[in-house]
């Protein structure tokens, strides 16, 4: 971990997806029209951004870090992709997942593992959920992948779907 990366006040890194693997997780993930894709702990909105160039999703991000708030925000600007992709500057842990068709994730285990009964307990029977370098526990992912990016940086890419 960089020495200037920010942190949340519970310890979360203020860390960003690489490309290739944002786009690879979203191949994984299999969005289609009408759906609604959740990224909860946004960052820049980088993943929003990619997937509504995939699909025709409704994308909600939640976020604290006051630094991501910002940059999601000049993105989606950038992007003139406010229509389709709502940031909401709030903790993911007080959000209802009820309505989410897709999670995307980039969580550490820890957290992952404070979320692990809140996911089982809203969300819906098939809704799908990828995260990387970082598993779900006590979730048995459908898939586990090894995704070697263009620089041979290797990345384990995990698929869920709710039972
Ligand atoms: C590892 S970064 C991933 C950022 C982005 N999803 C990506 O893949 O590039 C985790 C993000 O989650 C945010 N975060 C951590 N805990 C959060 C919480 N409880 N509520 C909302 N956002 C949170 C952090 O501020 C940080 O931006």
Redo the contacts with the bound molecule.
């Keep these: 971990m960089k020495s200037q990366t920010?942190f949340?006040e519970?310890g979360?890194?203020?860390?960003?997806?690489h490309h290739e693997v944002?786009l690879e997780k979203l191949r994984l993930l299999n969005l289609k029209d009408g759906e609604t894709l959740l990224?909860?702990?946004?960052?820049?909105a980088?993943?929003l951004l990619a997937a509504r160039k995939i699909a025709d999703v409704t994308c909600i991000?939640?976020?604290?870090?006051p630094v991501?708030l910002k940059a999601a925000a000049e993105n989606i600007k950038k992007e003139k992709a406010s229509d389709k992709i709502q940031i909401i500057a709030?903790?993911?842990?007080d959000v209802d997942l009820s309505n989410a068709d897709a999670l995307?994730?980039?969580?550490?285990r820890n957290?992952l593992g404070q979320l692990s009964e809140k996911l089982e307990n809203e969300l819906r029977v098939g809704a799908r959920i990828v995260t990387h370098d970082f598993d779900i526990p006590a979730w048995e992912a459908d898939q586990v992948i090894e995704f070697k990016s263009k620089e041979a940086i290797w990345f384990t890419i995990y698929v869920y779907t709710k039972k």
Aim: aromatic share 12%.
């Design positions: 920010i949340t519970s979360e890194p203020y860390e960003l997806t944002v990224d909860l702990g946004c960052g820049d980088r993943s991000g939640y976020e604290i870090l991501a709030s903790d993911f842990s995307i994730l980039y969580l550490t957290t």
